[in-house]
C-alpha cells in the first residue's frame, strides 16, 4: 500500500476510497488529538513553557508522519544573509492584487469580505513594505488547483490568489470572498474548517512564515488536526480573525481584522551584542 | 567560574519578545496558483556567464520523493554582498535580487538557476538559505547550503564544527562537473537534513 496513495489530500481518487484511510473514524483521531492536549497541558502544569507553535510531529496530522523531522531544531546564530530578506514594491506586486474580487469578468458567487491587519514584529515593531501573500478556497470550498477534485463548483470569477506589499505601518487589506469549508482525506468524514492562507516575510528572512487565518466561531475547529496541532490554546487562538463591524461596509462587504506577529529580529540584538564586546 | 558562566549566557540568550509570534501552518496541497510565478527558480538567466544550476530532490521518512514541497532560497551575490534589490516577483532578466522559489515537480526534483554565493565576511564559509515547505510539515524548515569547496572556513564554521560528521555532511552540497550543485533534503530517515531554529523564533 502507498502511503502517498493513503495520505494524498488531492481528490482525483475519490472515487476509489482507500479502506485503510476511511476506516480511521473522527472519533478515532478526535481522541488522539484530545490525549496529546491533555499531556500538553499536564506538562504545562508541570512547568513546561507554553507552545505556541504547531507541533511538527502531530501524529493525528496523518500527512506529516513521514514528514516531520525527527531530531531537534538545530540552534544557530544566524549570519549576514539571514539577518536581511529579500525586496519587495511596486515593481513586484500590482496595487489591484489584494483585491481577489476583481480578477475576472464578473462578480465572484459568495460573501465578499474585507480581512485587514497589521504585521508587527516580535517587539511590537510594524513590518513595513514586506510581501504578503495569500490563498483560499472559494465560496463553496473548491481550490482552483489541478490536484482539487473536490466535486464543489469552480467559480469561473474566483482564482482566490492575493499579494499586498504592508503598508508604513505593518498594514495590509485584502477584498475577497469568505472561503467555505472543504473535505479532505485525512480521515473519514474529515472537513477542514473555512481558512485562507497567508505566506509573510519579515526584515530578516529568519522571519519567513506561512499560516492560516481562520473565521471566529467554526464548529470544525475542534475536529481538525491541522489546527489542533497548535497545542496550546491561547496559541491556537491567535489564528482565528475578529468580526469587526468598523471593517464591515454599507452594502458592501463584511469585515474582518487579524494581526500576524513574526518573530523577533536577530538584526539588532546582533548590533547591539557587537557593540557590547 | 559563576560571573563567566553569567556572561556566555548573557551572550547567548536572545532577549525576550514583547509578542507571541502567530503559530505556522502547513503551506498545503493547492498552493498551486499562488506561491509559483514566472521565472520564480531564476534567480539569473541560464545564459549568464557563472550561472549555475542547483538542484536535488526532497524525501519523506520512506526515501519516497515528496510532490508538493515548495522551496525557497535567499543568498549573497558572488562577491558576498546582500542586495537589497526589488523585482523578484516581476523579473527583468538582469537584476539579481538574491531571492527565488520552486515548487517541486512531480518526481520531488527541484532546480534553481543561480550564481555562487561569495563568503559574506572574510573567512566565513559561504552558503545558500533554503526554506522548505510542505503539506504534512506544520511549519517552515530552515536550513542551509554550504558550497563544497573552502574547506578551510568549512572545518572554521561554528554551525558545522558543533555536528557530528554523519549529520554535518547533510548541510554541504556535491559540486557536478558541470558546475552545478547537488543539495538533496530529506525531511526525516538516515539522512535527516539538519534544520535550523534562530534565537529569537518565539
Same mark, same amino acid.
Given at each position: 500500500m502507498s502511503t502517498e496513495t493513503t495520505l494524498n489530500e488531492s481528490f482525483n481518487d475519490s472515487h476509489v476510497l482507500d479502506p485503510a484511510a476511511t476506516a480511521l473514524s473522527q472519533e478515532a483521531i478526535s481522541a488522539e488529538i484530545t490525549d496529546i492536549h491533555a499531556a500538553y497541558r499536564q506538562s504545562v502544569v508541570d512547568g513546561a513553557k507554553a507552545a505556541t507553535q504547531p507541533r511538527i510531529d502531530f501524529a493525528p496530522y496523518r500527512s506529516s508522519l513521514l514528514r516531520h523531522p525527527t531530531k531537534n531544531l538545530h540552534h544557530v546564530d544566524p549570519e549576514t544573509i539571514e539577518l536581511h530578506s529579500p525586496a519587495f514594491g511596486e515593481r513586484d506586486v500590482h496595487a489591484l492584487e489584494s483585491d481577489l474580487t476583481i480578477q475576472h469578468n464578473g462578480e465572484p458567487i459568495g460573501e465578499r469580505i474585507v480581512v485587514q491587519g497589521?504585521?508587527?514584529?516580535?517587539?511590537? %515593531?510594524?513590518?513595513?513594505? $514586506?510581501?504578503?501573500?495569500?490563498? $483560499?478556497? &472559494?465560496?463553496?470550498? %473548491?481550490?482552483?488547483?489541478?490536484?482539487?477534485?473536490?466535486?464543489?463548483?469552480?467559480?469561473? &470569477?474566483?482564482?482566490?490568489?492575493?499579494?499586498?506589499?504592508?503598508?508604513? &505601518?505593518?498594514?495590509?487589506?485584502?477584498?475577497t470572498i469568505k472561503p467555505a469549508p472543504y473535505p479532505w482525506k485525512n480521515h473519514h468524514n474529515a472537513w477542514r474548517p473555512a481558512h485562507i492562507h497567508f505566506s509573510l516575510f519579515g526584515t530578516d528572512f529568519t522571519q519567513r512564515m506561512i499560516t492560516q487565518m481562520y473565521f471566529p466561531g467554526d464548529p470544525l475547529f475542534s475536529l481538525d488536526?491541522?489546527?489542533?496541532?497548535?497545542?496550546?490554546?491561547?496559541?491556537?487562538?491567535?489564528?482565528?480573525?475578529?468580526?469587526?463591524?468598523?471593517?464591515?461596509?454599507?452594502?458592501?462587504?463584511?469585515?474582518?481584522?487579524?494581526?500576524?506577529?513574526?518573530?523577533?529580529?536577530?538584526?539588532?540584538?546582533?548590533?547591539?551584542?557587537?557593540?557590547?564586546h | 567560574m559563576t560571573a563567566t558562566s553569567n556572561a556566555v549566557a548573557?551572550?547567548?540568550?536572545?532577549?525576550?519578545?514583547?509578542?507571541?509570534?502567530?503559530?505556522?501552518?502547513?503551506?498545503?496541497?493547492?498552493?498551486?496558483?499562488?506561491?509559483?510565478?514566472?521565472?520564480?527558480?531564476?534567480?539569473?538567466?541560464?545564459?549568464?556567464?557563472?550561472?549555475?544550476?542547483?538542484?536535488?530532490?526532497?524525501?519523506?521518512?520512506?526515501?519516497?520523493?515528496?510532490?508538493?514541497?515548495?522551496?525557497?532560497?535567499?543568498?549573497?551575490?558572488?562577491?558576498?554582498?546582500?542586495?537589497?534589490?526589488?523585482?523578484?516577483?516581476?523579473?527583468?532578466?538582469?537584476?539579481?535580487?538574491?531571492?527565488?522559489?520552486?515548487?517541486?515537480?512531480?518526481?520531488?526534483?527541484?532546480?534553481?538557476?543561480?550564481?555562487?554565493?561569495?563568503?559574506?565576511?572574510?573567512?566565513k564559509a559561504p552558503f545558500i538559505m533554503l526554506t522548505v515547505f510542505a503539506r504534512g510539515l506544520l511549519n517552515r524548515l530552515f536550513t542551509r547550503i554550504y558550497l563544497p569547496e573552502d574547506t578551510a572556513a568549512l572545518a572554521a564554521d561554528p554551525l558545522l564544527a558543533s555536528l557530528p560528521e554523519d549529520r554535518r555532511r547533510t548541510l554541504i552540497a556535491t559540486r557536478e562537473e558541470d558546475g552545478g550543485l547537488r543539495f538533496d533534503v530529506s525531511l526525516q530517515g538516515e539522512n535527516e537534513t539538519v534544520f535550523l531554529a534562530y534565537p529569537r523564533e518565539s
Open positions: 497589521r504585521v508587527l514584529d516580535g517587539d511590537g %515593531r510594524p513590518v513595513a513594505g $514586506q510581501l504578503v501573500e495569500i490563498w $483560499q478556497a &472559494n465560496a463553496a470550498g %473548491r481550490y482552483i488547483h489541478k490536484r482539487d477534485q473536490h466535486p464543489a463548483p469552480i467559480d469561473p &470569477n474566483f482564482t482566490g490568489v492575493g499579494r499586498a506589499i504592508t503598508g508604513p &505601518n505593518g498594514e495590509y487589506r485584502f477584498t488536526p491541522i489546527y489542533q496541532a497548535i497545542t496550546d490554546k491561547e496559541a491556537r487562538d491567535r489564528l482565528v480573525a475578529t468580526y469587526d463591524h468598523s471593517i464591515t461596509s454599507h452594502e458592501w462587504a463584511t469585515g474582518y481584522n487579524w494581526d500576524i506577529v513574526l518573530t523577533g529580529s536577530n538584526r539588532t540584538w546582533m548590533e547591539d551584542e557587537e557593540g557590547d | 548573557a551572550n547567548t540568550a536572545a532577549p525576550a519578545l514583547k509578542l507571541t509570534p502567530t503559530p505556522g501552518q502547513t503551506i498545503g496541497p493547492f498552493y498551486g496558483y499562488a506561491l509559483p510565478f514566472a521565472k520564480d527558480n531564476e534567480l539569473v538567466s541560464q545564459a549568464r556567464p557563472g550561472s549555475i544550476r542547483l538542484h536535488g530532490v526532497v524525501t519523506d521518512g520512506n526515501g519516497t520523493v515528496i510532490p508538493d514541497a515548495l522551496l525557497e532560497i535567499w543568498q549573497a551575490d558572488e562577491a558576498g554582498n546582500v542586495v537589497s534589490k526589488d523585482g523578484s516577483l516581476v523579473r527583468d532578466g538582469y537584476t539579481f535580487t538574491g531571492w527565488g522559489r520552486t515548487a517541486v515537480d512531480n518526481v520531488g526534483h527541484y532546480t534553481f538557476t543561480t550564481l555562487n554565493p561569495g563568503a559574506t565576511e572574510e573567512g
